[in-house]
């Protein structure tokens, strides 16, 4: 059984309710499924990150239209060197820098559609928003996405649960409930595993980096104590 097509789920999903007379609804369940998951889901490849540069005067910069939620927004020094901007709520936010005046962005704070930046910036500098985006949904010109590649068992068992919804089957509507959240489950589990294994892997560079620095630095002082 394939799941890797829109056209593929379709057919899955009348075969799981055993239903041949779905088939202009079928496309409903699948698009209230990418609902649920947009809500539910925060995977890996649905991050992306995009740049936007600051203005003189200017505090207030929109956020994606595609953003379902922002990770951190980071301040580009270099091309290879950055920091992540401390994220405040809007009232620390005006209490702390409410008469700092303009300066290098040094934080900011989320207020839904648009991010504001503190200090208010006295020139061009160059922001990093790293964010989780919204799936691209399914469609017969659209056969394929990103999280269908990486979960089809969710798109799968999602679009069935509002089927049996649909149909107003409570025994079947219960059984892909729990169907669908053990897959979500698993699912989740696998992506907070990865970005451990990434934090874990990260500190490790940094902490053999460092160790290496300090080797260096004591056998260059051996080498002038000689």
Known sequence: ??????????????NYLNRSDLTSTI???????ENRLDRELRARVNMVRVQTTTAADTAFYDL?????????VTYETS??????????????????????GSGAPRAY????????I????????????????????????VTTNDILAAFPDLYLFGSCLEGAIYLNDSEQTARFMQI??????????????????????????AFQAKSEAAKRGIEEKKSKDE
């Open 109 to 116: 704070t989320n207020l839904g559609k648009n991010i504001e």
């Open 64 to 72: 994606p239209s595609d953003l379902i939620e922002l990770r951190n």
């Open 1 to 14: 059984m394939s799941l890797s097509t829109y056209s593929d789920i379709k057919t899955s999903v009348a």
């Open 180 to 205: 669908y959240k053990g897959a979500l489950t698993e699912a989740k589990a696998a992506e907070d595993a990865a970005r451990y294994d990434a934090i874990l892997a990260e500190r490790t560079a």
């Open 118 to 141: 503190f200090p208010t910036p006295d020139g061009a500098y160059t922001l990093g928003l790293n964010y989780f985006k919204k799936l691209v949904p399914l469609s017969d010109s």
């Open 79 to 100: 091309n290879s060197n950055s920091h992540a901007l401390s994220y405040l709520s809007p009232e620390s936010g005006s209490r702390e820098y409410g008469t700092t």
């Open 27 to 33: 496309p409903d369940f699948i698009a209230l499924t």
